[in-house]
């Protein structure tokens, strides 16, 4: 990477963690990004009563970041044969996925025929179907997440494989894959706490190579214990759990976040001539199992020419 000068370019600028990702230890107060700048989120508010703990100097303490994740990078022979070896097993994720959809998305049929029959009589449709509507929605996207998070954790890999190449991706795959980062007051790293996804790569890939977190700097706390590593297992695993800590910062944080994103999704549709929610209904119905990131990306309309919209 080129070296630069004076100031950074846009792309440089951009923080690797969200807000409240990286934690002092001893105090438990987060790290907020502001002008260039991680530092406690209490003293930007004039709160903090711990003297001591230092601001840290974007992108100096992402650099540092890097370095002491070096000994995570994954040889690229081991990481691909793992690629292989998971897309042989999300063979039987798929079907499993395929015939719990389909039952679903029979479901739904039977809920927007009933809607149909509804603005016949009424001309609109009522909370009870929209409400049913909704909840097997709900179902759907869960149903098909595992898909999601199958082409989630082979990123993870990749990243794992690429660790040292450069800063920015070094901060990627620190980012997408810790939870919760601790430090010390002068910002050293002391623990982490992976996002369940990183969690399962992580002990995948100690299961191939026995050494590979044992000389880590830092502490890895609150380990998922996985009753099988399969990946079909380890995404039922994580779908019995509701998805609880699978990542942070999504709709699946908790069901409580996840049933607010739905009933956004819905209202919008509400707000559609009756019409126009069947068919809204029947997009979501079809288009789910095809793309499961509609859910997270949160579009609702999608456009349609012959449409007032
Ligand atoms: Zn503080």
Redesign the pocket.
């Known amino acids: 990477m080129p070296r630069l000068k004076g100031k950074y370019p846009k792309l440089y600028q951009m923080p690797s963690f969200n807000n409240g990702q990286l934690v002092?230890l001893q105090?438990n107060?987060s790290l907020t990004f502001i002008n260039g700048y991680y530092r406690?989120?209490?003293?930007q508010k004039g709160k903090?009563?711990?003297a001591d703990?230092l601001s840290f100097k974007y992108p100096v303490f992402e650099r540092r970041l890097s370095r002491a994740i070096q000994s995570l990078k994954l040889d690229e022979e081991i990481g691909r044969n793992i690629f292989y070896e998971w897309d042989r097993q999300a063979i039987d994720l798929r079907k499993q996925i395929e015939k719990d959809a389909d039952c679903i998305m029979q479901d739904m049929e039977a809920t927007i025929l009933v809607m149909k029959q509804e603005i016949k009589k009424t001309k609109k449709i009522s909370m009870r179907n929209t409400k049913e509507a909704r909840e097997r929605y709900g179902k759907l996207v869960k149903i098909t997440f595992p898909s999601l998070m199958h082409g989630f954790l082979s990123d993870l890999l990749k990243g794992l494989t690429a660790i040292g190449k450069t800063r920015i991706g070094d901060g990627l795959f620190v980012s997408a894959g810790f939870e919760k980062v601790y430090l010390s007051k002068e910002g050293k790293i002391l623990k982490v706490k992976l996002q369940g996804m990183n969690d399962y790569l992580f002990q995948y890939v100690e299961r191939k190579k026995p050494d590979f977190l044992k000389n880590l700097p830092f502490e890895i706390i609150e380990k998922i214990h996985f009753p099988s590593l399969n990946l079909l297992d380890a995404m039922n695993f994580f779908r019995n759990n509701n998805y609880k800590n699978v990542l942070s910062y999504s709709p699946f944080t908790s069901e409580c976040v996840f049933q607010k994103q739905l009933k956004k999704q819905t209202d919008s549709i509400k707000q559609l001539p009756p019409l126009e929610q069947i068919k809204m209904w029947e997009t979501l119905k079809d288009i789910t199992w095809q793309s499961p990131h509609v859910f997270f990306s949160g579009l609702a309309i999608p456009y349609d020419e012959n449409s007032s919209m």
């Open positions: 002092f105090s107060h406690c989120s209490l003293r903090c009563n711990v703990e």
